[in-house]
């Protein structure tokens, strides 16, 4: 079965960076898109960043210009760079593959992560 597995997370300080990575892992023939959404108790959940598998990028205004998103197809893996960070970043951060293909399947799924939290201090 499928499993998108995030690490990265953790504690850092307003100014600082950190990076998320995401691997999927099963028996995976494709994934259109791959990206990183956030949530925050009484929020609901939001696009961060997005890339597709021909490289083309989304990002939420509130984070462009400091944080990058890109991916390994051969690894199936996609990576958020994450500079400059604000207490406003605060969140639990979700991977999510969409328009997945099994290999041997016509189908296509939506998959998600666990989560990992990210805290930036003032």
């Known amino acids: 079965q499928v499993q998108l597995v995030e690490s990265g997370g953790g504690l850092v300080q307003a100014g600082g960076s950190l990076i998320l990575s995401c691997a999927a892992s099963?028996?995976?023939?494709?994934?259109?898109?791959m990206g990183w959404y956030r949530q925050v108790p009484g929020k609901q959940r939001e696009l961060v960043a997005s890339i597709t598998s021909g490289g083309s990028t989304n990002y939420a205004d509130s984070v462009k210009g400091r944080f990058n998103i890109s991916r390994d197809n051969a690894k199936i893996t996609v990576t958020l760079r994450m500079n400059s960070l604000k207490p406003e970043d605060t969140a639990v951060y979700y991977c999510?593959?969409?328009?997945?293909?099994?290999?041997?399947?016509?189908?296509?799924?939506?998959?998600w992560g666990q989560g990992t939290q990210v805290t930036v201090s003032s």
């Open positions: 099963g028996s995976i023939f494709s994934i259109h898109v």
């Open positions: 999510n593959a969409d328009g997945l293909k099994l290999r041997g399947s016509p189908y296509e799924y939506q998959y």
